[in-house]
C-alpha cells in the first residue's frame, strides 16, 4: 500500500509531508530480492514510467541496475540512455535498459549549453519530468593504482567530473549521483571535486559525500567507493543494510556454479569459462593453500619477492568472506587474490560479475576482454541499489528533523589521505554518530 502511495505521490507531483523512511529497509530488500530475476528491458517498456533517469559513463550499466531493480518492485523510473564512449559499453547498455546505443564523449557534449541541450533532446529529455542524473566517471585518473602518477601531470580524466557539473548546473535535474573510487575525496584530487561542488552548490543543490563499502549492501565483496549525492532540499544519506557478521561471502556467490579447469568451459553458461593458463602458471597456483592462502615464500616469478606490495598474487579468495575489489583483471591469478578458493585458475567472466552482484540475466556485449571490463569498472549493482532506494525516499519524504540530521551518517567534510590504505582505515574508524 506504502509503495503504491509512493507512485502517486510521484505521478501528482506533490511535495510529501510524510516521512517514509520507515520503509527503506523493506523497499531495499525488495529490490535486492527482485534483482535476481532481472531480465533485459525492452525497448519503450519503461516510457510510462514517471522519473526519468540519464546515466553518463554508463559503462555497463551497473549504475542504473540499482533504479530497475526497484522498477521491479514499482514501476518508478524511465531510462532515457546510457551514455560511454566505449561502444561495447554503450551496447551492453542499450541492451539491457531498452534505450539506443549512445557512444559519445561527455567532453564534447559538456563543451557549451547549447551541446548539452542538443544531446538532452536526442535522448527524448522531458524538461517536465523529475529526473535523476547519473555521472560516475572513470576512477583511473584517482585510483590509488596510479599513484605512481600523482606527481605528474594531471590526467585528462579527472576533468570529466568538472564537465558532469557543467551538464547538472544547465540541465538542473532533480538529484544528481556521482559515484568514485575513494581517492576521488583524497587531499590530492579534493579541488577536482571541490570545484564540482561549488558549481553544484551555486546551482542551488545541497551536496553530501560519503565514502560506502559495498558489502553493506549486499555485495558479496570489499569495494569501498565515494558517494556524492545532489538534491535541492536537505536530506539524509544513505546507510548500509548489513553488519560485517552478515555480509555476503565468495561461497553465497559462486559455490553453486559448475567446477572447471583452467581452459574448461560451461556450455550451458557463456560467460562460465575458464581462462587457459600457461602450466607454469598453473604449477604456481598448485602450491598455494586453499580457501584464502597466500602464495608461498620462494614459489612463483623471483620479481615478487623482491618487491613489497604483492602480497596478494596468487592468493586464493576465501569462501567465507567477502572477496577483494574486483577489477578487470580478476581472470590472472598474477594481478592479485583472483584464485579460485579451491579451484587451480582464476576467477571466469560469471564469477566475476556475481562477486560485483550482476544477475545472471544480464547480458554483456562484445569479447571476452570487454566483458571483464564492464564487470571491473561498474558500480556494484546491489550498491547502487541502496543509493538508489535511499535516494528515492528521501526525494519523496519531508525534510528530515535537527534530530534526524545528527543522528545521520556523517558527511566527508575535509580531505582523505592520499594514501588508499589510510583512506580505508579512516572509513571503518568512520561510524553512525551517536
Same mark, same amino acid.
Given at each position: 500500500?506504502?509503495?503504491?502511495?509512493?507512485?502517486?505521490?510521484?505521478?501528482?507531483?506533490?511535495i510529501?509531508?510524510?516521512?517514509?523512511?520507515?520503509?527503506?529497509?523493506?523497499?531495499?530488500?525488495a529490490?535486492a530480492?527482485?534483482?535476481?530475476?532481472?531480465?533485459?528491458?525492452?525497448?519503450?517498456?519503461?516510457?510510462?514510467?514517471?522519473?526519468?533517469?540519464?546515466?553518463?559513463? %554508463? $559503462?555497463?550499466?551497473?549504475?542504473?541496475?540499482?533504479?530497475?531493480?526497484?522498477n521491479m518492485? @514499482? /514501476?518508478?523510473? #524511465? &531510462?532515457l540512455?546510457?551514455?560511454?564512449?566505449?561502444?561495447?559499453?554503450a551496447?551492453?547498455?542499450?541492451?539491457?535498459?531498452?534505450?539506443?546505443v549512445?557512444?559519445?564523449?561527455?567532453?564534447?557534449?559538456?563543451?557549451?549549453?547549447?551541446?548539452?541541450?542538443?544531446?538532452?533532446?536526442?535522448?527524448?529529455?522531458?524538461?517536465?519530468m523529475?529526473?535523476?542524473?547519473i555521472?560516475?566517471?572513470?576512477?583511473?585518473?584517482?585510483?590509488?593504482?596510479?599513484?605512481?602518477?600523482?606527481?605528474?601531470?594531471?590526467d585528462?580524466?579527472?576533468?570529466?567530473?568538472?564537465?558532469?557539473?557543467?551538464?547538472?548546473?544547465?540541465?538542473?535535474?532533480t538529484?544528481?549521483?556521482?559515484?568514485?573510487v575513494?581517492?576521488?575525496?583524497?587531499k590530492?584530487?579534493w579541488?577536482y571535486?571541490s570545484?564540482?561542488?561549488e558549481?553544484?552548490?551555486? %546551482? $542551488?543543490?545541497i551536496?553530501?559525500?560519503?565514502i560506502?563499502?559495498?558489502?553493506?549492501?549486499? @555485495? /558479496?565483496?570489499? #569495494? &569501498?567507493?565515494?558517494?556524492?549525492?545532489?538534491?535541492?532540499?536537505e536530506?539524509?544519506?544513505?546507510?548500509?543494510?548489513?553488519?560485517?557478521?552478515?555480509?555476503?561471502?565468495?561461497?553465497?556467490a559462486?559455490?553453486?556454479?559448475?567446477?572447471?579447469?583452467?581452459?574448461?568451459?560451461?556450455?550451458?553458461?557463456?560467460?562460465?569459462?575458464?581462462?587457459?593458463?600457461?602450466?607454469?602458471?598453473?604449477?604456481?597456483?598448485?602450491?598455494?593453500?586453499?580457501?584464502g592462502?597466500?602464495?608461498?615464500?620462494g614459489?612463483?616469478?623471483?620479481?615478487?619477492?623482491?618487491?613489497n606490495?604483492?602480497?596478494d598474487?596468487?592468493?586464493?579468495?576465501?569462501?567465507?568472506?567477502?572477496?577483494?575489489?574486483?577489477?578487470?583483471y580478476?581472470?590472472?591469478?598474477?594481478?592479485?587474490r583472483y584464485?579460485?578458493?579451491?579451484?587451480?585458475?582464476?576467477?571466469t567472466?560469471r564469477e566475476?560479475?556475481?562477486?560485483?552482484?550482476?544477475?545472471?540475466?544480464?547480458?554483456?556485449?562484445?569479447k571476452?576482454?570487454?566483458?571483464?571490463?564492464?564487470?571491473?569498472?561498474?558500480?556494484?549493482?546491489?550498491?547502487?541499489?541502496?543509493?538508489?532506494?535511499?535516494?528515492?525516499?528521501?526525494?519523496?519524504?519531508?525534510e528530515p528533523?535537527?534530530?534526524q540530521?545528527?543522528?545521520?551518517?556523517?558527511?566527508?567534510?575535509?580531505?582523505?589521505?592520499?594514501?588508499?590504505?589510510?583512506?580505508?582505515?579512516?572509513?571503518?574508524?568512520?561510524?553512525?554518530?551517536?
Amino acid at each position: 500500500m506504502l509503495l503504491a502511495e509512493l507512485l502517486q505521490a510521484i505521478e501528482s507531483g506533490a511535495i510529501s509531508t510524510r516521512d517514509y523512511r520507515n520503509i527503506e529497509g523493506m523497499l531495499f530488500h525488495a529490490s535486492a530480492n527482485a534483482l535476481a530475476d532481472f531480465r533485459p528491458i525492452k525497448l519503450g517498456e519503461t516510457k510510462s514510467n514517471p522519473i526519468q533517469i540519464i546515466d553518463f559513463f %554508463s $559503462g555497463a550499466g551497473g549504475a542504473s541496475l540499482g533504479f530497475a531493480a526497484i522498477n521491479m518492485v @514499482v /514501476p518508478l523510473f #524511465r &531510462f532515457l540512455g546510457g551514455c560511454d564512449i566505449n561502444l561495447m559499453s554503450a551496447s551492453t547498455y542499450g541492451k539491457n535498459f531498452g534505450t539506443p546505443v549512445v557512444c559519445e564523449d561527455i567532453l564534447e557534449i559538456a563543451k557549451t549549453p547549447e551541446s548539452i541541450r542538443a544531446y538532452m533532446t536526442r535522448i527524448g529529455y522531458d524538461p517536465n519530468m523529475p529526473t535523476i542524473i547519473i555521472g560516475c566517471a572513470p576512477c583511473q585518473g584517482f585510483s590509488s593504482h596510479g599513484k605512481k602518477r600523482w606527481n605528474e601531470e594531471d590526467d585528462d580524466r579527472n576533468s570529466l567530473a568538472i564537465a558532469f557539473s557543467r551538464i547538472v548546473s544547465e540541465i538542473q535535474p532533480t538529484v544528481f549521483l556521482m559515484e568514485n573510487v575513494p581517492e576521488f575525496l583524497s587531499k590530492k584530487y579534493w579541488h577536482y571535486f571541490s570545484k564540482s561542488r561549488e558549481a553544484f552548490i551555486k %546551482s $542551488g543543490y545541497i551536496v553530501k559525500q560519503k565514502i560506502s563499502n559495498s558489502a553493506d549492501y549486499g @555485495v /558479496p565483496q570489499e #569495494r &569501498f567507493r565515494s558517494v556524492i549525492i545532489g538534491m535541492k532540499k536537505e536530506f539524509l544519506l544513505p546507510e548500509g543494510y548489513l553488519q560485517p557478521q552478515d555480509y555476503k561471502t565468495v561461497r553465497d556467490a559462486i559455490f553453486s556454479l559448475s567446477p572447471l579447469v583452467a581452459g574448461e568451459a560451461d556450455s550451458t553458461d557463456s560467460l562460465h569459462k575458464a581462462v587457459t593458463h600457461k602450466q607454469s602458471t598453473i604449477d604456481v597456483i598448485r602450491q598455494v593453500p586453499h580457501d584464502g592462502g597466500n602464495l608461498p615464500v620462494g614459489v612463483g616469478p623471483k620479481c615478487l619477492t623482491r618487491v613489497n606490495g604483492f602480497s596478494d598474487v596468487y592468493g586464493r579468495l576465501s569462501w567465507d568472506k567477502p572477496a577483494i575489489t574486483i577489477t578487470h583483471y580478476a581472470r590472472n591469478p598474477a594481478s592479485g587474490r583472483y584464485t579460485h578458493p579451491v579451484q587451480d585458475r582464476g576467477l571466469t567472466a560469471r564469477e566475476a560479475a556475481r562477486l560485483q552482484s550482476f544477475p545472471d540475466g544480464f547480458v554483456f556485449a562484445g569479447k571476452s576482454d570487454d566483458i571483464y571490463r564492464q564487470i571491473g569498472e561498474a558500480v556494484p549493482p546491489l550498491l547502487s541499489c541502496g543509493v538508489a532506494v535511499s535516494t528515492l525516499i528521501e526525494l519523496l519524504s519531508c525534510e528530515p528533523t535537527s534530530e534526524q540530521l545528527d543522528n545521520g551518517y556523517a558527511c566527508v567534510a575535509t580531505p582523505l589521505s592520499n594514501s588508499y590504505s589510510s583512506v580505508i582505515a579512516g572509513i571503518k574508524n568512520m561510524r553512525r554518530r551517536a
